[in-house]
Structures are given as structure tokens and as C-alpha cells.
């Protein structure tokens, strides 16, 4: 969630001299995610400072110049990287920091009867002194933690849980370059600007800490924006509070606001040789918990405790980008990428975006019958995407859902033979694949590709800001337990059943022992007797029909008609 910069002063707005600035520098690649579209939707921030402020009287150059933005600050000169010379993949065990996430999942388009998705992985952090309890989205693509606070009093802002700031002893108002405000004096507001909505704050300094529970060795100082205004769209259905951004700290607004930058004094404290490092690791299903990771990642989510790594390319503009190599279907190369295509790790968006120019091709490529089972997997096509570290492979399971149609209801001729597809797939289910068009200019496009949750659920990703890299390796999930409608195991059904089964005999012996006592009460032997006459008489129709087909059956064999076809002279019905 890219954001400019602008100040005024005298309630005159400061306009910014945007010369030289790229396209992507003042586009927010999360922002599109947002929206489930292919829509450009820009990204920009109005910075106001307090009143009778001299800093900036006069305008300078954002992106070119001796002057850098606030979004540039920071920025690291670093060479380009090959695969050869990262360093070793394997760390020194340090005393990480887990939190436990959430997944929420809603609609937000529907474009020929394809319901498209947006997802979002939220956990608990706590603010202030003392702590106030808050859920937040962890993003990848944004750089700024964002929490709804009591100085907004709208409908949107009261449906979650708000950040009360005369309510923390530890709270310090600053302005956007982190300066202490005093009481009296005007307060910096940002506005940022998404696909589909934006949000107005402004910015306190406090004590941010992991879990609803929070203790000083897991709490860190930072700054964030407090917001005063919320749009309806899309904030009013998000079932969390806020949102955490986990971009490289270019991404951020200033020095200080980067949550990776402040989590690192942490992790350090703990020992941690890859302080300003996270890991992501998505469940499968709902028997495995999400989890993201702080200083190093957790080799118990590796399948094969194997990190491949892929330097993350032009990092200025804070987004977590690979180079795409060749994209490949089933072993055969699509030409889209033969001239290099770049792709974003999103944790934002449950679907694979892909450019519209390759979208036709791709989707028809992948698009496939479900097996006889009705499943995705094994009569699927495979996706390979080669990066600099390694190939990912991904099959229907991954990439493709189940959509349940009306069967053709073919009738097949009479001795002709079925295809070994045909055999093996279904003609009432197909599985489609989840993509989406995403269309973002140059530099960063147009040639881009965001890998989301279909990629993040199959390798366990690792984010290291410091070396400017991401780690991908298979993700070890747990295998999911069958289980029965309402019950833990299938045991627990056996035995309730058996329990019942007893029972039920138990009640059927006493009440034949009541009978030939005779202490059975009358209904009890009228009961008895209906259902064994019932019994009997249920045999008549049996035997006549079964009477019938015999008489048929001999009678076929003399009227001239051919036999059932026979296999090894044994009858054949089809």
C-alpha cells in the first residue's frame, strides 16, 4: 500500500513535485489484490502537517534529486544476487517468536459465475500500557501497521475493536517523521488510498506486543497510524481489527513505522542470526493451525527440511518480487515468459494472478475433468514455475476447485469402447482454476504474476529482509483425520454405534422374556404378532415375482432372440 507524501502550510495543500518518478512508485500492488479485479487502482497519501510548521516551506523533487520521498528513506544499494552466493540456508536455532493465525475468507466479484476471493491470515497483537487487545491482518504487500481507533466515531470504525489512546500511559503523539507533538499543537494525518476504499490517521508512538497476552519480552516500541476515518469499502466486512504490514521497510512511511525493523531488537535480544527474517506457514485444513514466525522460521514445517532460495528483485520498491525464469504446463513452455516475467508473494489473495495477455491460454490449460473419485488431483495438469532457486510444481489440488455441473448423458453405443480418459474422469464435475487478471504497468509489470495462497499453502515461504531474499521450501502439512459427521474418529462412531446395537438387543431379549412369562402387557404380544404375520405374509410377492421371471426367462430362450452377450460363457448384464 504505496503511499506520496505532501505537506501544506497556512491550510494551503502542498502539492509534491512527482518528475521523475516511476509508475509503480505511486501504485500499491496489495491495493489490486483488494478489489479480486484486474482494475488499475493507484495508491496516494496526503501528509498534513501542524500548524505553523516550516520544514518543507517549499516543494521538492519525490523521486528524483538530492531529495528522496519518505517512502524512499531507507533505501538499501544492494547488488544484484544470485542463488550461488546467498548464504547457507541453514541457521543457527534461535528463540523464535510463533503467533497462531486465523484465516477469513470473502467474496468480491463474480464474473461468469466464478465467485472470486480475497483472504486475509489475521492474529492477536495487544497496544499500550495497558494492553489493549486487537486483531490484525499480516499482509506481505504493505509496509504500515494500521489500527482503528477511538478518535473515530463512524458506523465502519465501531464494528471492531479500537486502539484508545488516553488510555495508555505509554502512548506518545508524534508526527510522521516520528517527532513527539505536544498537547496544543496540530497533529500529521495520512491518508492512504486503497483499490476500494481508504483510510485517514494519525500517528502514535506505543508499546506493541505479540498475543493477547502480553509481557515485556515479547512487547517492542513502534509507530503506527491511528485511524480516524475508515470507508465502508471494504472495512466494514473485515472480521479483524487492523492490519500489519510485513513488506521489506521501504514499503513503510518512515523510519520506525516498519514492524520488521522494530520486531528485530526483539529478535536479537532472543539471539536470532536472522532477526529481521519471518516465516509464513498456511494450513491446508482445519485440523492444522496457521502460523507466521519471528526471527528464522520453524524446520518442523519443512517436508524435506530444504530451503531454496530466491533473491528478491528491485527491493526499492518493497515489495516482496522474484524473477520468473519460464513458466511451463505439463513440461511444455509458454512463450508469455520467454523474454523474463516477475512474480509478487502475496499472502493477500486466495487465487493466482496472472497478466491478461496469457490468462486465455493458461486457464484452458488447466482447466480439467475431475476423476472418478470427484477430485482435483490426480488427472490434473501440472503448472511449473521456475524461479532462480527452484521449480514449483503445482497440480489441481493446489491450483484448481471443484465446480459440479449437469452430466452431458450420453448414451453409449452398443459394443464400443470407452477411452482410457473417459475411464478415468467424470462428466459432471470439472475443476477450474483459480485465477485472476492483474494488469500493473511498467517497471514492475506487465509481465507480473502474484503468487498467493495456492503457492503459499503447498511451500513454506521465508521472508528475509535483511538479505534481501525468500527462502521456499515444501510445507510438511499433517495428514487430515477421516472423520464421521459429529464424531472425533471413526472409532468414536463404531462405538456408539456398537453401544446402541446392544442396547437395542438388550431391550429385545427382556421383552420376549416378558412374553413367555407372561407378564408382557397385551400390546407387547399384539405387536409380536403383527410383525411376524407381517413377516410371512411379505414372502408371497417374493415368490411370485421371482415365479415371473423364471417363466421369462425360459421362454427368451425359445423365441429366437439372441442370448445376453457372455464373458467365458458366464452372463454378461450390462
Not at 547457507?88 to 523464535?96: G, V, W
Not at 513503510?252 to 528485530?264: N, R, T
Request: aromatic share 8%.
Amino acid at each position: 500500500m504505496l503511499a506520496s507524501a505532501g505537506r501544506h502550510q497556512d491550510q494551503s495543500v502542498w502539492k509534491p513535485d512527482f518528475a521523475g518518478c516511476s509508475s509503480q512508485q505511486l501504485l500499491s500492488v496489495h491495493s489490486q489484490l483488494n478489489t479480486g479485479t484486474s482494475s488499475r487502482a493507484g495508491a496516494e497519501g496526503t501528509l498534513i502537517p501542524r500548524r505553523g510548521s516550516d520544514d518543507l516551506s517549499q516543494g521538492f523533487s519525490v523521486c528524483g534529486g538530492q531529495n528522496v520521498s519518505y517512502f524512499q528513506k531507507g533505501m538499501l544499494e544492494v547488488a544484484n544476487q544470485s542463488s550461488s552466493n546467498l548464504p547457507a540456508a541453514t541457521p543457527h536455532r534461535p528463540d523464535l517468536l510463533t503467533v497462531d493465525l486465523q484465516r477469513t475468507q470473502t467474496s468480491v466479484d463474480v464474473v461468469d459465475d466464478v465467485i472470486y476471493y480475497k483472504s486475509a491470515y489475521f492474529g492477536s497483537l495487544s497496544v499500550g500500557t495497558p494492553a489493549q487487545n486487537l486483531t490484525v491482518v499480516f499482509d506481505t504487500g504493505s509496509g504500515n501497521l494500521i489500527l482503528p481507533s477511538t478518535y473515530c466515531h463512524s458506523a465502519v470504525c465501531k464494528v471492531h475493536k479500537r486502539f484508545r489512546r488516553s488510555a495508555s500511559s505509554t502512548a506518545h503523539d508524534v508526527d510522521g517523521n516520528g517527532r513527539v507533538v505536544r498537547p496544543d499543537d496540530a497533529r500529521d494525518q495520512l491518508t492512504i488510498s486503497f483499490g476500494t476504499g481508504e483510510v485517514t490517521g494519525v500517528f502514535v508512538e506505543d508499546n506493541v506486543c505479540f498475543g493477547a497476552d502480553a509481557h515485556s519480552q515479547s512487547c517492542v516500541s513502534m509507530k503506527f497510524v491511528a485511524a480516524t476515518e475508515m470507508s465502508e469499502d471494504p472495512f466494514k466486512d473485515f472480521t479483524f481489527d487492523g492490519v500489519l504490514g510485513l513488506g521489506l521497510p521501504t514499503l513503510s512511511h518512515a523510519s520506525g513505522f516498519s514492524f520488521l525493523e522494530s520486531v528485530s531488537v526483539l529478535t536479537k535480544e532472543k539471539g536470532s542470526a536472522y532477526a529481521k527474517t519471518f516465516a509464513l506457514f498456511l494450513a491446508s485444513h482445519e485440523e492444522e493451525t496457521s502460523k507466521i514466525t519471528f526471527g528464522g522460521w520453524d524446520e518442523q514445517h519443512l517436508d524435506d527440511n530444504e530451503v531454496r532460495w530466491n533473491p528478491v528483485v528491485e527491493p526499492e520498491f518493497g515489495h516482496w518480487m522474484l524473477e520468473i525464469k519460464s513458466l511451463r504446463v505439463d513440461g511444455q513452455v509458454l512463450s508469455f515468459c520467454e523474454k523474463g516475467c516477475k512474480a509478487v508473494v502475496d499472502s493477500g489473495t486466495s487465487l493466482l494472478g496472472v497478466p491478461s495477455d496469457i490468462f486465455p491460454e493458461l486457464y484452458e490449460l488447466l482447466n480439467h475433468a475431475a476423476s472418478l473419485e470427484g477430485e482435483c488431483h490426480s488427472q490434473s495438469p501440472h503448472l511449473e514455475i521456475e524461479l532462480d532457486g527452484l521449480t514449483m510444481t503445482l497440480d489441481g489440488e493446489d491450483f484448481a476447485h471443484l465446480e459440479e455441473h449437469q452430466s452431458a448423458n450420453v448414451t453409449q453405443e452398443w459394443g464400443s469402447q470407452r477411452t482410457n480418459s473417459q475411464d478415468q474422469t467424470r462428466d459432471d464435475m470439472t475443476c477450474s482454476p483459480m485465477l485472476m487478471t492483474i494488469d500493473l504497468p511498467e517497471p514492475i509489470g506487465p509481465k507480473l504474476f502474484i503468487l498467493g495462497e495456492p503457492v503459499l499453502r503447498k511451500y513454506y515461504t521465508i521472508y528475509d529482509a535483511e538479505r534481501q531474499r525468500i527462502g521456499l521450501g515444501l510445507a510438511q502439512h499433517a495428514p487430515k483425520q477421516a472423520r464421521i459427521l459429529g464424531y472425533e474418529s471413526e472409532e468414536a462412531w463404531f462405538d456408539e454405534a456398537e453401544k446402541e446395537a446392544m442396547l437395542e438387543e438388550q431391550k429385545v431379549v427382556q421383552k420376549n422374556q416378558r412374553i413367555e412369562n407372561g407378564t408382557a402387557p397385551d400390546t407387547e404380544v399384539e405387536k409380536k404378532t403383527v410383525v411376524n404375520n407381517k413377516a410371512k405374509n411379505s414372502r408371497l410377492p417374493f415368490l411370485a415375482i421371482a415365479a415371473l421371471l423364471g417363466l421369462l426367462l425360459a421362454a427368451s430362450s425359445y423365441n429366437g432372440r439372441p442370448a445376453a452377450p457372455t464373458l467365458d460363457n458366464k452372463p454378461c448384464w450390462i
